[in-house]
């Protein structure tokens, strides 16, 4: 039976059958499983359905408490369950909008400038695999110098792509004929002498979430697998702008969680064994492979970072706010984020040097200029770190911190405040099933792959009893984090460590502020099994790498950008690939 008919469906049965919940909606009335009463002999909402609920809301009520409420609550079910019946599509934004600035600080402007770090490319590889793996920064120069074609460059990428796909299942849609002319377009172009910059003739891969124009965007998700984007994205146009070319639409976990898709999952190019992690899959998989020279993710709550330390790249997860999402998948308003996957850190900076600028038709977007200069002298940076995070961590991540020592920066020890962090997450999860109701409503929910009590469809429907009060109060304890992390950035330039050491991941996505995960080297392990797909071989070891962390100010994205360069290069590490792949 579908969800959501009459009202009287809406007050069938117990608990089940009535909400206090998600912005004030009314519960499904019959659930997978609930008996189908004759509707003629339905008994209407009674005190006895609002004292099973009260469990459910770890609330108490007197007899005279509920039978006033049952006097009122029938015609407030019946409102929001005509209200339910109005269309509201995914691009339509809440009225309050997220901002993570706080009151009464100020934040300093930038001047829209990147100084590159200088090095030089040097001589082009004569193989086309050592091409394919070169950074952004040395491609740019070779291109730039007419040493390399965007048609050659391109080309190598979609023969990598039709070799590889089949075993990374990191390409949901590939466009060669979309590449091939845009990248003919970037030759011509330079050869006239109209170089537009660092991503001219650069061929990347956009997550599939993110709209363009006639162009298949299937969210990763069945219910959409036969989308075609009627829009572009601000940020694909931005791209286009900058003479970037598309090779296609990488993969990510449907709707935007893990990486299984609704045809496949994304591997690891480390351990093609294991997943990718996600939601970014493909972005990160393709990235690592040297199947695309960057590409574009998305982060919520953690899709950048997460697999970006699976694959081995570097992510950049923006402030909220600096990057336009007009034109992507919403899944929670008030924390996505879009931002670049590369593997070199100068490459993260030259790829959001593109992607930010301010976008009316975003109603989260903050207009702020970006600058980062890659010969800063990192020596006497303020950088706070808590020691118990690295006597948890690895060697990576103690190495990192070391290479932090060693390049001079003043190393501050903090500690987070005692806070109950994981209550932040009904915000993801109450927003995400608003955004997403009529997959619930409509038991489309039950056609994606990935079904399991944390899994999109079970979370939604558990997020129907989140009360509001509740979630009200949740914002307000978000708005307190934000102090507490303002008041421990208070003279610092930034903060290391392992990516999700101390709640730092969900604690910066829900304040906004930026995070650099950056390859810090390597672990030999088995394969890790994750999203309910078990490894084929749990006892074989694999040499896989990781990232570890950098966090700075709100809009300081240029202290981690030149603190994360200099350690990179003291790691030694960024250029190793994955042997499957070389």
């Known amino acids: 039976m579908k969800k959501g008919g009459s009202r009287r469906d809406f007050l069938k049965t117990g608990a089940a059958g009535m909400v206090l919940a998600g912005g004030g909606s009314a519960a499904l009335g019959q659930e997978n499983g609930a008996s189908s009463a004759n509707p003629e002999t339905e008994s209407p909402l009674t005190e006895e359905t609002i004292r099973s609920a009260e ?123 979309i590449a091939r002319a845009q990248a003919d377009d970037a ?17 990347y891969g956009m997550k599939d979430i993110i709209d363009i124009a006639d162009i298949a965007s299937t969210w990763g998700a069945t219910p959409y697998r036969d989308r075609v984007a009627s829009e572009t994205a601000f940020i694909a146009d931005r791209l286009r702008e900058a003479g970037a070319v598309l090779l296609g639409k990488t993969t990510n976990g449907a709707i935007a969680y893990g990486d299984i898709w609704f045809d496949g999952v994304t591997k690891n190019p480390w351990n093609p064994e294991e997943g990718s992690s996600g939601s970014s899959a493909g972005s990160a998989s393709s990235t690592a492979a040297g199947l695309v020279a960057f590409s574009i993710g998305t982060e919520t709550l953690g899709s950048i970072v997460s697999p970006s330390n699976r694959c081995g790249t570097t992510g950049l997860r923006p402030t909220f706010g600096r990057v336009s999402r007009h034109g992507a998948m919403a899944l929670c308003w008030s924390l996505d984020k879009i931002g670049p996957i590369t593997r070199s850190v100068e490459d993260a900076g030259l790829v959001l040097e593109v992607l930010n600028g301010f976008d009316r038709q975003d109603p989260g977007a903050i207009e702020m200029g970006f600058s980062a200069d890659f010969t800063r002298d990192v020596r006497g940076m303020r950088v706070g770190f808590d020691p118990a995070w690295f006597e948890l961590g690895s060697d990576a991540d103690r190495a990192t ?88 950035f208070e003279g610092l330039d930034a903060m290391i460590g392992p990516n999700f050491a101390g709640a730092m991941l969900t604690i910066t996505n829900y304040t906004g502020h930026p995070q650099l995960a950056i390859k810090s080297g390597f672990n030999e392990i088995a394969s890790r099994a994750a999203f309910d797909v078990e490894p084929a071989n749990p006892d074989t070891l694999y040499r896989v790498p990781q990232t570890t962390s950098l966090w700075a100010p709100l809009f300081q994205e240029g202290n981690i950008l030149a603190l994360g360069r200099e350690i990179e290069n003291r790691l030694g590490v960024a250029d190793m690939r994955p042997p499957l792949f070389s």
């Not at 500690?415 to 489309?444: G, K, M, N, R």
Request: with cysteine; aromatic share 10%.
């Open 55 to 177: 469990a459910i809301f770890d609330v108490r009520y007197t007899d005279a408490e509920r039978q006033m409420m049952v006097d009122g609550m029938e015609e407030w079910i019946d409102r929001m369950s005509r209200f339910r019946r109005i269309s509201k599509p995914n691009e339509l934004a809440p009225a309050c909008s997220f901002d993570p600035r706080l009151l009464n600080v100020d934040y300093p402007e930038q001047d829209n400038q990147l100084v590159r770090s200088g090095q030089d490319a040097g001589q082009l590889p004569s193989g086309d695999t050592d091409i394919a793996f070169a950074p952004v920064w040395r491609l740019s120069q070779w291109i730039e110098r007419r040493q390399l074609s965007s048609r050659r460059l391109t080309d190598i990428y979609l023969e990598r792509i039709s070799r590889h796909n089949g075993v990374l299942q990191c390409f949901v849609t590939v466009t060669p004929e």
């Open 187 to 203: 030759d011509r172009e330079i050869a006239a002498g109209q170089y537009r910059g660092a991503l001219h003739g650069i061929p």
């Open 401 to 488: 911190l070391e290479a932090a020592r060693s390049a001079g920066v003043d190393l501050v020890e903090i500690t987070l405040p005692d806070l109950p962090y994981d209550a932040l997450f009904a915000v993801v999860e109450a927003e995400s099933a608003a955004a997403f109701e009529e997959l619930t409503l409509t038991d489309q929910d039950d056609d994606l792959r990935w079904q399991a009590p944390f899994a999109w469809p079970n979370t939604w429907r558990q997020a129907r009893f989140i009360s509001a009060i509740d979630l009200i109060n949740v914002d307000r304890f978000r708005r307190q984090v934000m102090r507490e992390m303002h008041t421990l």
